[in-house]
């Protein structure tokens, strides 16, 4: 019975002690102040250029794609967290790449949502052969605040477009 009233008694006053341990240097927490602003100087190590170097990034240049021909099929697929939308579009000839959907800017309706599907074409002989050779199929993932007040999405090709609206 004494040990545990000696024991009780230990922890209590070393509980106490704790409050004064917090302004205290051995408190790990104190070892380091309050943050604070300074200046930084213009050139911190005069040994590295300020040009770059072997590997520095050049500015991404601007997407030049031009508009798909004619868009064959648009699905939006339900998803977790939002939805995507699938675009196949037909190409007026083979080799065109690096396919995308570009939001446009301002179509004028706030409940729609429009894309034009995009591609660069081959810089090689172009070649014609059937509409299945060339096919060109993109996506876009959409979040849920994305796709919040948005009732149609439209997407415009070279001569056609198509939408598909929600289902309530």
Known sequence: MRKTILVGLTAATLLTACGSMRDSALNPFNWFGRSRSEPVEANTNPLIPQGGGVFRRRPPQPYAGVPVDTIAELQVERVAGGAIVRVKGIAT??????????????????????????????GLRELIGPPQSRE??????LTENDLVGIRTIRVKGATNARSTSRRF
């Open 93 to 122: 000839t083979q080799g065109w790449h690096e396919v995308r959907l570009v939001e446009d800017e301002d179509d004028g309706r706030e409940d729609t949502l429009t894309y034009t599907l995009r591609a660069l074409p081959s």
């Open 136 to 141: 060109i199929v993109a996506a876009k993932a």
